[in-house]
T-cell receptor, first 116, second 114 residues
Framework: GNSVTQMEGPVTLSEEAFLTINCTYT??????LFWYVQYPGEGLQLLLK?????DKGSNKGFEATYRKETTSFHLEKGSVQVSDSAVYFC???????????????FGQGTILTVHP | DTAVSQTPKYLVTQMGNDKSIKCEQN?????MYWYKQDSKKFLKIMFS???????INETVPNRFSPKSPDKAHLNLHINSLELGDSAVYFC?????????????FGDGTRLSIL
C-alpha cells in the first residue's frame, strides 16, 4: 500500500534560518503530493501541492518539488519566522483506478519550533 | 464564514457511553471525510463519503458509524466508548473524490474518555 515517511522531529530553528523537512513516499502509479500545516489548536490547512513529476508547489515562501526519480517531496523555506512554528504533514493521494483513490495518506508529522 | 465546522470542540465522557460528533461544510463539496489523530499527531483516515455514499471504510471498529443525511453533513456516532478512543477527530471535505483536490479540515473535536 501507499506510505509516506517524514524526517523525525522535533525541529528547532532560530528565526531566519533555512528549513528543510524531508519527505519520501511509496505509491503505485503517480499520486498527487501535498504539504499540510497544523497550527496549535487548529485543523490542517493546505500549504502547497504538486500533481505531477517535476511540478513545484509554493506558498508563503515554502517550496517543494515532486521528484519521481527519488520519490521525494522535501519542504524548504529560505528564512523561517516564529509564526511558522507548527506541525507539518506530508501527504499523498491516490489516483483514479487505484485502491487508494481519493484517500490521503499522511506522514507522521514534523513539529517545527522557531525561536526569536 | 467557517468552511468546515464540527461540534462539539471538546467532548469528555465516561467509558461505555455513546456520543456523536457533527460536521457540516458550506463549500458545496461532494466528498467528506473523518480522520483520527492520536496523541503523537499521527493522522489516519477512518471514512469517506461521496455524495452521501460510503467510499472508504478503513477497518474501523463497527462501534463507529458515520451518517451522511446530505452531502453537506457527515456525522460520526460512537457506541460503547473505550479508553483507546481518546483522540482528536477531524472532519474534512474536498470538491470531489479525485486525488488532485486538496482537503479542507475542521478544527477538530478532542474526545477524552475517563
Amino acid at each position: 500500500g501507499n506510505s509516506v515517511t517524514q524526517m523525525e522531529g522535533p525541529v528547532t530553528l532560530s528565526e531566519e534560518a533555512f528549513l528543510t523537512i524531508n519527505c519520501t513516499y511509496t505509491a503505485t502509479g503517480y499520486p498527487s503530493l501535498f504539504w499540510y500545516v497544523q497550527y496549535p489548536g487548529e485543523g490542517l490547512q493546505l500549504l502547497l501541492k504538486a500533481t505531477k513529476a517535476d511540478d513545484k508547489g509554493s506558498n508563503k515562501g515554502f517550496e517543494a518539488t515532486y521528484r519521481k526519480e527519488t520519490t521525494s517531496f522535501h519542504l524548504e523555506k529560505g528564512s523561517v519566522q516564529v509564526s511558522d512554528s507548527a506541525v507539518y504533514f506530508c501527504a499523498l493521494s491516490g489516483r483514479a483506478g487505484g485502491t487508494s483513490y481519493g484517500k490521503l495518506t499522511f506522514g507522521q508529522g514534523t513539529i517545527l519550533t522557531v525561536h526569536p | 464564514d467557517t468552511a468546515v465546522s464540527q461540534t462539539p470542540k471538546y467532548l469528555v465522557t465516561q467509558m461505555g457511553n455513546d456520543k456523536s460528533i457533527k460536521c457540516e461544510q458550506n463549500l458545496g463539496h461532494d466528498t467528506m471525510y473523518w480522520y483520527k489523530q492520536d496523541s503523537k499527531k499521527f493522522l489516519k483516515i477512518m471514512f469517506s463519503y461521496n455524495n452521501k455514499e460510503l467510499i472508504i471504510n478503513e477497518t474501523v471498529p463497527n462501534r463507529f458509524s458515520p451518517k451522511s443525511p446530505d452531502k453537506a453533513h457527515l456525522n460520526l456516532h460512537i457506541n460503547s466508548l473505550e479508553l483507546g478512543d481518546s483522540a482528536v477527530y477531524f472532519c474534512a471535505s474536498s470538491q470531489d473524490i479525485g486525488g488532485n483536490q486538496p482537503q479542507h479540515f475542521g478544527d477538530g473535536t478532542r474526545l477524552s474518555i475517563l
